[in-house]
């Protein structure tokens, strides 16, 4: 069966619904790096609480036939002053100068990974957002650049390089519109 996909915002009755199963597939997801500091379940959780009370925050999550969650994405809104092009340095204007989403995170278990689950999970998320532009960073080195020229296949493009937290790789910053050619707005 093909993984249904739930989308949530950042009503209360959603949250309630969606914070317990992101953390459970995020464990699953990064089950090998659980062990580095920036990677804990713990960390994420507390990341998770901030970034769910931010503005436009938005999720969506995939279920197995036996509804286990086996893939997800959310983000929020981000506006010109955010902390999230702030820490990047310089960023071309038009980007920053009106709201855009902030991919803050996406993934899916190793059984789903290469099914293109990643894809509808991530167009799903973006399907019918305000934001022009979508934001998100990757770790260079996962999958040795693999993930990276994935976001690059989505349409992202290299705009700058972060680092979140001294427990945090470098990260590169990509971006991309919201909407592509090949992916008319809904």
Do not use: C
């Not at 040795?144 to 790789?169: F, L, N």
């Amino acid at each position: 069966m093909t993984p249904r996909l739930r989308r949530y915002t950042s009503a209360p009755a959603d949250v309630a619904r969606v914070v317990a199963p992101l953390i459970a597939v995020y464990a699953k997801v990064r089950e090998p790096l659980l062990h580095l500091p920036n990677y804990a379940v713990a960390t994420f959780a507390e990341r998770l609480e901030r970034h769910r009370r931010e503005p436009g925050f938005g999720a969506v999550l995939a279920f197995d036939a036996e509804e286990e969650p086996v893939g997800y994405a959310y983000g929020n809104t981000v506006e010109s002053d955010d902390r999230w092009w702030t820490r990047m340095g310089e960023v071309d204007a038009g980007f920053t100068s009106a709201p855009a989403l902030a991919l803050k995170e996406i993934g899916v278990t190793p059984a789903h990974r290469g099914s293109g689950l990643a894809r509808r999970i991530h167009d799903q998320l973006l399907a019918g957002r305000g934001e022009a532009y979508v934001s998100l960073m990757v770790n260079a080195a996962a999958g040795d650049g693999k993930v990276q020229r994935v976001y690059e296949s989505w349409g992202y493009q290299v705009i700058s390089t972060s680092r979140p937290s001294s427990e945090s790789p470098v990260l590169t910053a990509m971006i991309r519109p919201t909407a592509t050619a090949e992916e008319p707005v809904r």
